[in-house]
T-cell receptor, first 114, second 110 residues
Framework: DTGVSQDPRHKITKRGQNVTFRCDPI?????LYWYRQTLGQGPEFLTYFQNEAQLEKSRLLSDRFSAERPKGSFSTLEIQRTEQGDSAMYLC????????????FGQGTRLTVV | TQLLEQSPQFLSIQEGENLTVYCNSSSVFSSLQWYRQEPGEGPVLLVT?????EVKKLKRLTFQFGDARKDSSLHITAAQPGDTGLYLC??????????FGTGTRLTIIP
């Protein structure tokens, strides 16, 4: 396992469509994060998992966003009824243990809503 | 909402100059990490500091954690074009989520 992988790398969708992103973390890592990043800004926290349990979801996240991590391995992030404001880079990261462990990031999925 | 404020937001300096980037919060961190991100890539960890007053050096980079563990700084000596990137601090409160700062975009001019 060479690192965190995200799929797709780029996604262009029409407003109102649903999109799903996938993240495959480093295999022995228990923790998995999803962040959203706009150009030149720091990553904004969306949600995180400890194994298969979703421990926290940002209050800024609308009900259109949902994430899963079945069996504590890969994770998916779904956005329903996309809006132009959802356009951003979506980053996934994993770490061996908790927040004090190094977080390894994937290259992200760039979403453009037209 | 970002709880970690970084300053400056943008910094452009000549090669060979020194610089300092700051990360501040009103909250106490149990640990703080610094990352660097290049265009099209995810952030990559530079260092983790956990003890108030701690200083760590990584070649020309010096990281300091404030005594009260509410702030941190990154000092670069004799900056080089390869130092160009987005520098991010990230704080952890206990074993909860990792929260990132607003970022400092650094450009080193050859």
């Amino acid at each position: 396992d060479t690192g965190v992988s995200q799929d797709p790398r780029h996604k262009i969708t029409k407003r109102g469509q649903n999109v799903t992103f996938r993240c495959d973390p480093i295999s022995e890592h228990n923790r998995l994060y999803w962040y959203r990043q706009t150009l030149g800004q720091g990553p904004e926290f969306l949600t995180y998992f400890q194994n298969e349990a979703q421990l926290e979801k940002s209050r800024l996240l609308s009900d259109r966003f949902s994430a899963e991590r079945p069996k504590g391995s890969f994770s998916t992030l779904e956005i329903q009824r996309t809006e132009q404001g959802d356009s951003a880079m979506y980053l996934c990261a994993s770490s061996l243990r908790g927040a004090e462990s190094e977080a390894f990031f994937g290259q992200g999925t760039r979403l453009t809503v037209v | 909402t970002q709880l970690l404020e970084q300053s400056p937001q943008f910094l452009s300096i000549q090669e060979g100059e020194n610089l300092t980037v700051y990360c501040n919060s009103s909250s106490v961190f149990s640990s703080l990490q610094w990352y660097r991100q290049e265009p099209g890539e995810g952030p990559v960890l530079l260092v983790t500091v956990v003890t108030g007053g701690e200083v760590k050096k990584l070649k020309r980079l010096t990281f300091q954690f404030g005594d009260a563990r509410k702030d941190s700084s990154l000092h670069i000596t004799a900056a080089q074009p390869g130092d160009t990137g987005l520098y991010l601090c990230a704080g952890a409160w206990g074993n909860e989520k990792l929260t990132f700062g607003t970022g400092t975009r650094l450009t080193i001019i050859p």
